[in-house]
C-alpha cells in the first residue's frame, strides 16, 4: 500500500490552489431551507380555492411556517437532493347566502406535517382545520380539504421538481457545465481526407457508432444493486417469510398482498411496490419483477434472492435488483441509493430484529 501522498497522481483528486470545484468533483451542500421558505411564498400565498361557488369564498392566506431541512448535495455534476420538512398554511373562509350577504366568517389551517425526499412520488398527508365547528364552519372545512388539497399538492409538486433539479444552485450548474472542446482544424481534416477518403469514412462511422452507443447507455439510466446478508436462521424459514403476506405486515408494518405462485403478483408497503413472481424455488431462489410507484411510467427492475445455507442454521442471502432507473418519474436522482437503504434497513435488518434471526 502506498504512503500518503505518494499514490499514483491519476487517481488523486487534489485541492486546486485556487479553491475551485471543478465541474463539482468534490461534494458539495446547499443548505435550501430559507429558499423553499421563499418559493413556497410565492405559490401558496392569496391561493384562491373557491371563488362564488354555491357561495363560498375560499382562499389561501400565508404560509405561517416551513421547518425542518432542506438541502443539495452536488458531486461530480449529480443532483442529489434531500429533505425532510413541515409546513403550516393559513386560510380563509367565508359563506354567503343567496343575496350575497354574509353568513360566516372563518380562519383556519393547513398543516402537512411530513414532506421528505424519501416519499418523493407519493403526495404527503395534509390535514384541515377550522376555528368554528358549527355547520357552516364544517362546510367551509370540508370545502377547502375537496377543493383545496388538489391545488395545494400540485404546488408541492412543483417544489419538489425543482428541488430534483438543483433548487437554488440549478442556474449555477447550467454556467458550470464544461464547454465542448474546438473543433479540428478543417484544412488538416480535408488534407487527410484527400489522402485517404476510405479510411476517413470508416473511421467516422466507427466514431458515430461509439458515440450513439454511448448516448443510448448513458441515455438508459439504469443501475443495478447486489447484496450479501447473513441470517441465524434455516433457508426454509426465511423463504417463507420473503412470500408472507401476514409476516410482511408485521415486520414492515405496512400492508401486503402476496402471491405464493409462479406468475402470481404481489403488493408491499402499502402499494408503494408491485410486482409478479417470475421464479420461485422453495428455499433456494426468489426472482420476481419489481415495480415503484414513483418510477416513470412502463419501467420494471428485476430481484433475484439466491438463499445458501453453509451450514445448518445459518442462511445467506445473494440479492441482485438490477434494472433500477437512477431517477423517478419527478427527476430525484436517490432511486438508487434509496433502494438499497430500503433494502438493508426496511427488509433484512428488520427481519432481524423481528424474528430473531440477528448475527
Not at 64 to 92: C, F, H, M
Not at 287 to 311: A, I, T
Amino acid at each position: 500500500m502506498a504512503r500518503y501522498g505518494e499514490g499514483d497522481k491519476r487517481w488523486i483528486v487534489e485541492e486546486r490552489p485556487d479553491g475551485t470545484n471543478v465541474h463539482n468533483w468534490h461534494w458539495s451542500e446547499t443548505n435550501c431551507l430559507d429558499w423553499s421558505r421563499n418559493f413556497f411564498n410565492n405559490l401558496l400565498n392569496d391561493l384562491p380555492i373557491l371563488t362564488g361557488e354555491s357561495n363560498l369564498f375560499i382562499a389561501t392566506t400565508k404560509v405561517s411556517s416551513v421547518d425542518g431541512e432542506a438541502y443539495v448535495n452536488i458531486r461530480k455534476g449529480k443532483i442529489i437532493p434531500g429533505y425532510e420538512i413541515s409546513l403550516t398554511l393559513a386560510w380563509q373562509g367565508e359563506a354567503k347566502d343567496s343575496d350575497g350577504k354574509s353568513l360566516l366568517k372563518v380562519d383556519g389551517t393547513v398543516e402537512i406535517p411530513y414532506i421528505s425526499d424519501e416519499n418523493a412520488g407519493e403526495d404527503p398527508e395534509l390535514r384541515v382545520t377550522v376555528k368554528d365547528e358549527g355547520p357552516i364552519g364544517r362546510t367551509l372545512k370540508d370545502a377547502m380539504l375537496s377543493k383545496g388539497k388538489p391545488l395545494i399538492l400540485d404546488k408541492i409538486r412543483v417544489w419538489v421538481q425543482s428541488m430534483a433539479k438543483g433548487g437554488p444552485v440549478k442556474d449555477e450548474l447550467e454556467t458550470k457545465k464544461p464547454t465542448p472542446p474546438q473543433q479540428q482544424n478543417h484544412a488538416a481534416a480535408a488534407a487527410s481526407a484527400a489522402v485517404a477518403p476510405s479510411l476517413a469514412s470508416a473511421a467516422t462511422k466507427k466514431e458515430g457508432s461509439a458515440e450513439k452507443e454511448a448516448k443510448k447507455k448513458k441515455k438508459e439510466g439504469f443501475k443495478s444493486i447486489s447484496m450479501t446478508e447473513r441470517f441465524n436462521c434455516r433457508a426454509r424459514d426465511l423463504y417463507e417469510i420473503l412470500l408472507d403476506e401476514n409476516r410482511w405486515k408485521g415486520f414492515t408494518q405496512s400492508n401486503a398482498k402476496i402471491s405464493k405462485e409462479v406468475g402470481g403478483e404481489f403488493s408491499i408497503f402499502d402499494g408503494s411496490v408491485t410486482g409478479t413472481n417470475v421464479e420461485l424455488q422453495e428455499a433456494k431462489l426468489i426472482v420476481q419483477k419489481w415495480r415503484f410507484g414513483s418510477w416513470p411510467d412502463g419501467v420494471h427492475s428485476l430481484v433475484k434472492l439466491v438463499l445458501e445455507e453453509p451450514e445448518p442454521g445459518v442462511t445467506v442471502v445473494k440479492l441482485t435488483h438490477n434494472d433500477v432507473p437512477e431517477e423517478d418519474r419527478y427527476g430525484n436522482a436517490t432511486v438508487v441509493e434509496n433502494t438499497e437503504r430500503g433494502w438493508r434497513d426496511l427488509i433484512f435488518q428488520r427481519i432481524r430484529a423481528v424474528f430473531g434471526f440477528g448475527i
